[in-house]
């Protein structure tokens, strides 16, 4: 039972590529999500999935598409990387209850975008 | 959006002393508080979390307070332990919207 993994685990874009992060669980859980964390802001969250195949835009979505094709996987792409987007990218889950039941988080993508 | 405040942003104790970390929230549909622990270059761990029916919990050396009516919410840890040193956030939630404090770096002092 691997519980949430990640990868790739670092990164480094240029300006303007194109990139998809790929989280993945064993837990069987519903909900899954992406945080974006930037030194001295906490996480702030980008999307997230309350299902296969259902995707829904968080706090601070620009820039950013998801896809849910399987249950267990949550995909994370960037169309057009921009510097501004050079952060550590965590993936969660939760189980039955959605964001009032305790998140499991990846170990983290760390990108840079020059 | 529901908007949460910790403080201080910063804390340096003494190995055995207490440590008081505060965070207040905005959205009073916030029902769901819990509290993580960030160890440099890990993932953020859960720690305790607390419930909008429940004013107190206890678990071990930490605690976490609830003040509904005033919007805020508490971690307490005694008897701290260099291995207690890391980044703690707070977070508040209503359902499929969590928000994070911006953290406490806490370092505990042999």
């Known amino acids: 039972n691997a519980g949430v993994t990640q990868t790739p685990k670092f990164r480094v874009l240029k300006t303007g590529q194109s990139m998809t992060l790929l989280c993945a669980q064993d837990m069987n859980h519903e909900y899954m999500y992406w945080y974006r964390q930037d030194p001295g802001m906490g996480l702030r969250l980008i999307h997230y999935s309350v299902g296969e195949g259902t995707t829904a835009k968080g706090e601070v979505p620009d820039g950013y598409n998801v896809s849910r094709l399987k249950k267990q996987n949550f995909l994370l792409g960037l169309e057009s990387a921009a510097p501004s987007q050079t952060s550590v990218y965590f993936c969660a889950s939760t189980g039955l209850a959605g964001v009032t039941d305790t998140q499991y988080f990846g170990p983290g993508t760390r990108l840079t975008v020059l | ?110």
């Open chain 2, 1 to 110: 959006g529901e908007n949460v405040e910790q403080h201080p942003s910063t804390l340096s104790v003494q190995e055995g002393d207490s440590a008081v970390i505060k965070c207040t929230y905005s959205d009073s549909a916030s029902n769901y508080f819990p509290w993580y622990k960030q160890e440099l270059g890990k993932r953020p761990q859960l720690i305790i979390d607390i419930r909008s029916n429940v004013g107190e919990k206890k678990d071990q050396r930490i605690a976490v307070t609830l003040n509904k009516t005033a919007k805020h919410f508490s971690l307490h840890i005694t008897e701290t332990q260099p291995e207690d040193s890391a980044v703690y956030f707070c977070a508040a939630s209503i359902p499929l919207d969590m928000r994070f404090g911006a953290g406490t770096r806490l370092t505990v002092k042999p």
